[in-house]
């Protein structure tokens, strides 16, 4: 069973920075063949963010693009969100999910309030 827990949210003014860290135990992510950050804001429906795969690569949604990087540390188990430039859309709950094989578990989610 795979644990998933995010931290680093909180209240940033617009235009500030925060890091987001999601930890995961009961297996090395190294056999994790995604690992994603998602977000889902009052009212709306949970969307993809960024994502890392297995082999390095990485993808983000449009309206991330230049602000945000996904990141991982093999050695402490752990993938990042690096967001920049914070925008007061992109308060939301963010969410961590990693997969492998046809496993999929998510995290219990950070809240990310930006102040305009």
């Known amino acids: 069973q795979v644990q998933l827990v995010e931290s680093g949210g909180g209240l940033v003014q617009s235009g500030g920075s925060l890091r987001l860290s999601c930890v995961a135990s009961?297996?090395?992510?190294?056999?994790?063949?995604?690992m994603g950050w998602y977000r889902q804001a009052p009212g709306k429906q949970r969307e993809l963010v960024a994502f890392?795969?297995?082999?390095?690569?990485?993808n983000y949604a449009d309206a991330v693009k230049g602000r945000f990087t996904i990141s991982r540390d093999n050695a402490k188990n752990t993938v990042y969100l690096q967001m920049n430039s914070l925008k007061s859309e992109d308060t939301a709950v963010y969410y961590c999910?990693?997969?492998?094989?046809?496993?999929?578990?998510w995290g219990q989610g950070t809240q990310v309030t930006v102040s305009s």
């Open positions: 009961g297996r090395s992510i190294f056999s994790f063949n995604y």
């Open positions: 999910n990693v997969r492998y094989s046809s496993f999929s578990f």
């Open positions: 890392i795969t297995g082999a390095g690569s990485s």
